[in-house]
T-cell receptor
């Protein structure tokens, strides 16, 4: 398996623009997680899905952020409108049911000018 | 409030100089403690899961241990390729809460 796939790897945009980050989880994994990593706040959970259904979005910073999982092999994280403070590395992770480890993608480095 | 604290923030070692990293946690309903390694520009890479106090796991030069309130990651005779940020995370309520990490630099 290729592991968790994220695209794009780097995104540079201007304040106010819409940004869409994409994730393909490992086939057969039931859970999908979106994280944000910054120097100041470390690795923070934004939202997670179980069987394509959003379970906990309490980490989503504000209404400008939204996430969808239309099927078991694809998820998006959208920021609209983007702001400079959204600059961070965004990771997607997936795991099977149970208490096992999460497998992380390579991340998307977002820079909002 | 649930909390995960790692210390030290940074650790500089000579090759072969063994040391330990600490992860202390205050969380109810712990379902596992995870250690990850993160290299610059990459996503966290899974190392170990510990589920109960007294449990130990080993992989090459790394050994992880768990008590009721903390976990240690021991690095024995480290090599430069062990340089990375080591993250611990507690699994509770079906989520992982991560510590800030310890950045380890091993000089040849």
């Amino acid at each position: 398996d290729a592991g968790v796939i994220q695209s794009p790897r780097h995104e540079v945009t201007e304040m106010g623009q819409e940004v869409t980050l994409r994730c393909k989880p490992i086939s057969g994994h039931d859970y999908l997680f979106w994280y944000r990593q910054t120097m100041m706040r470390g690795l923070e959970l934004l939202i997670y899905f179980n069987n394509n259904v959003p379970i906990d979005d309490s980490g989503m910073p504000e209404d400008r952020f939204s996430a969808k999982m239309p099927n078991a092999s694809f998820s998006t994280l959208k920021i609209q409108p983007s702001e400079p403070r959204d600059s961070a590395v965004y990771f997607c992770a997936s795991r099977i049911a149970g208490d096992g480890e999460q497998f992380f993608g390579p991340g998307t480095r977002l820079t909002v000018l | 409030e649930d909390q995960v604290t790692q210390s030290p923030e940074a650790l500089r070692l000579q090759e072969g100089e063994s040391s330990s990293l600490n992860c202390s946690y205050t969380v109810s309903g712990l379902r596992g403690l995870f250690w990850y390694r993160q290299d610059p520009g990459k996503g966290p890479e899974f190392l170990f899961t510990l589920y109960s106090a007294g449990e130990e796991k080993e992989k090459e030069r790394l050994k992880a241990t768990l008590t009721k309130k903390e976990s240690f990651l021991h690095i024995t005779a480290p090599k430069p390729e062990d340089s990375a940020t080591y993250l611990c995370a507690v699994h509770h309520d079906y989520k992982l809460s991560f510590g800030a990490g310890t950045t380890v630099t091993v000089r040849a």
